[in-house]
């Protein structure tokens, strides 16, 4: 019987989570000319810079990859990140509610 409970709630858990992904993508406000890829199946990104440092974003949903190396990142908490991996920076930003995530 506890085993059956267990089950079900991590159904619940499950659905719940899925739930709450579906409602934070559609907060995504992209309002610049630049694809994003769908990356919600990843846990985390993990980045690890030349210098030896590194950052991880915890749940990313949406990426952009631009030519000059940049990744754009949209994560589940609402934040914004721009990393750029072979120069061993990266910036986080979260925009006010209702305002574009990206511009251009």
């Known amino acids: 019987m506890e085993k059956m409970n267990r089950l079900r709630m991590n ?4 659905a719940n989570r899925e ?4 409602r934070r993508k559609r907060r ?6 630049l694809k994003f890829t769908d990356i919600s199946s990843e ?3 993990w980045y690890i810079f030349p210098n030896g440092k590194g950052v991880t974003i915890r749940n990313p949903i949406y990426l952009n990859v631009s030519k000059n190396g940049g ?10 990140w721009y990393v750029r991996p ?8 979260r ?8 511009v251009k």
């Open 11 to 14: 159904r619940f858990r499950l």
């Open 28 to 33: 995504f406000n992209n309002e610049s000319s």
């Open 43 to 45: 846990r985390y990104r």
């Open 86 to 93: 072979n120069q061993s920076w990266y910036m986080k930003w």
């Open 19 to 22: 739930e709450r992904m579906e």
């Open 95 to 102: 925009c006010r509610k209702n305002r574009p995530n990206f």
């Open 71 to 80: 990744h754009r990142v949209y994560d589940y908490q609402g934040n914004s």
